[in-house]
């Protein structure tokens, strides 16, 4: 008999460890579909990235997403709630801005027991203002995460 | 594990007792010995005379119980309500016919959604006991199993939520009810132990692989009824199980002569 007590006590413990995980607890996977923008120049065919000392970013009447940061590429949050985003990028405080319109179609998406519903995104079309801006090339359709790059930005060669 | 010690005792003490024997040679007589008939010869040939009935009957019987341990599942995992029967059946001495049906309700409500999600599973398949018995009624289990396991199930989520906290607001929306059914094939191993007359307490662990996809229009189900987690393609369970046997029917069990192994000779 004790035998079997120990098999019925081991079994239990067992039990208890197997079931020790709730998905529906934990969100171990976010989803970042933010649109991924790389700034390039192109001068005679030879094209290179393109850093730049203080760039600024926000969507137009929202708040900043990047302020006078030093980089080559910029996120762009993506609105869930409509079919296109406007945004506001400045290369450099003493120069002028251009404005970014993306055109999309938006997929909810589950992504998993704990993290819920997110939005992925399939870029239509990207418009921008040519101040500085000499050209757009969309590179990647489809906005499921922010690993890849989406669109490159040219500017003008001084 | 004590049967196992003691068998493995004897077993290794016969084994070493024969050695032993098998290394005394005999002595070569000195010269022929006159025949003696007051001695009967030492070595004796043994023969075991086949009993008269070369089979008998073993206790068979509808074995059917419940799965207690959904019951602990269900405090750490809330949104998974399920309820196993599970029924076995003797076949032969060591092979059981196994089956097991079930129900499952998946409610779950959070800040980002809310998922309802139901249906019924059932897996069919057999248990092979592993386990040397002591007596011929003895009835205890350590048994190895494979089944094959199918749901048929649906899945909604009549609200979800999709906050955008950048942009200050929010998005609703809802996914139909979707009709999956899963196939999966399942490993078992495990014990039952007759702790009074008929009635007995088990434990398994088991093994699930699925074998096809269950996901539409990129949404997986939140938990695939008697498979278990609907975003894993394998899953590890256990089950505890209190069951009762109805003893209705005998099996008959033939007698199989032991094997004798042929003794090598030696020059």
Known sequence: ????????????????????????????????????????????????????????????????????????????TLDPMHDSSRFMLRIDSLVGKDTLTFRYKRTPMFISPGCGFGTTFQLDTVIATRHLIDSVIITQKSVVNSNDTHVQLFFYTE | MIRT???????????????LFAQNKPVAPAAKPAKDTTRQSAVKKITVAPPKDSSWLIPGGLRLGVDLGRIVNNIYYPYRQEYTIVADARINARTYAAVEV?????????????????????????????????????????????????????????????????????????????????????????????????????????????????????????????????????VFDMQYTVSYVLPFYKVRERYVPPKVKKEVSTR
């Open chain 1, 1 to 76: 008999m004790k035998t079997i007590y120990k098999l019925i006590i081991a079994g239990l413990f067992l039990v208890g460890m197997a079931a020790c995980e709730n998905e529906t607890k934990v969100c171990d996977q976010t989803l970042r579909a933010d649109a991924h923008v790389e700034f390039r120049r192109d001068s005679a065919g030879f094209v290179w990235d393109s850093t730049f000392r203080a760039v600024t970013t926000l969507a137009l009447d929202k708040d900043t997403l990047l302020k006078n940061v030093r980089t080559n590429n910029v996120y762009f």
């Open chain 2, 5 to 19: 010690f003691n068998f493995s005792f004897i077993l290794s003490s016969c084994l070493y007792c024969g050695t």
């Open chain 2, 102 to 234: 079930g129900y499952t309700n998946t409610p779950h409500s959070d800040t980002n959604y809310t998922y309802k999600g139901n249906g019924m599973f059932a897996t069919l398949g057999v248990d092979y006991n592993f386990l040397k018995r002591q007596y011929v009624n003895e009835k205890n289990m350590f048994y190895g199993g494979i089944r094959y396991g199918i749901s048929h199930f649906n899945y909604e989520v009549p609200t979800y939520t999709i906050h955008s906290p950048y942009w200050g607001g929010q998005l609703s929306g809802s996914y139909p009810k979707t009709n999956v059914t899963a196939h999966w094939a399942e490993l078992v191993l495990g014990l039952k132990t007759e702790v009074l007359k008929n009635f007995f307490l088990g434990w398994n662990v088991r093994t699930r692989i699925l074998m096809n996809s269950v996901e539409k229009d990129g949404f997986k189900p939140l938990t695939i009824p008697g498979f278990g987690s609907g975003s894993k393609r394998t």
